[in-house]
């Protein structure tokens, strides 16, 4: 499968300890409420689908040089 796709790179291991403490702690979900969710309404939750802002583009780039000069 990762021949057909063209990746070379080492599958990562699923970050369970952040995913636990994100649930747990910092949205502090109980267990089951936790463990009853779809990674669509987890990634939700953390922040997943707010909108995304536009990157710079060349003028606000142009912009900050002028005012913040390197040298």
Request: aromatic letters at 10%; charged letters at 20%.
């Amino acid at each position: 499968m990762r021949a057909a796709a063209g990746a070379s790179h080492e599958a990562r291991p699923f970050p369970w300890g952040q995913v636990i403490h994100a649930g747990m702690c910092l949205l502090r979900l109980s267990p089951d409420v936790f463990w009853a969710l779809t990674p669509v309404e987890f990634f939700a939750m953390t922040g997943g689908m707010r909108p995304q802002g536009r990157g710079l583009d060349r003028a606000g780039m142009e912009g900050l040089m002028r005012a913040f000069p390197d040298g």
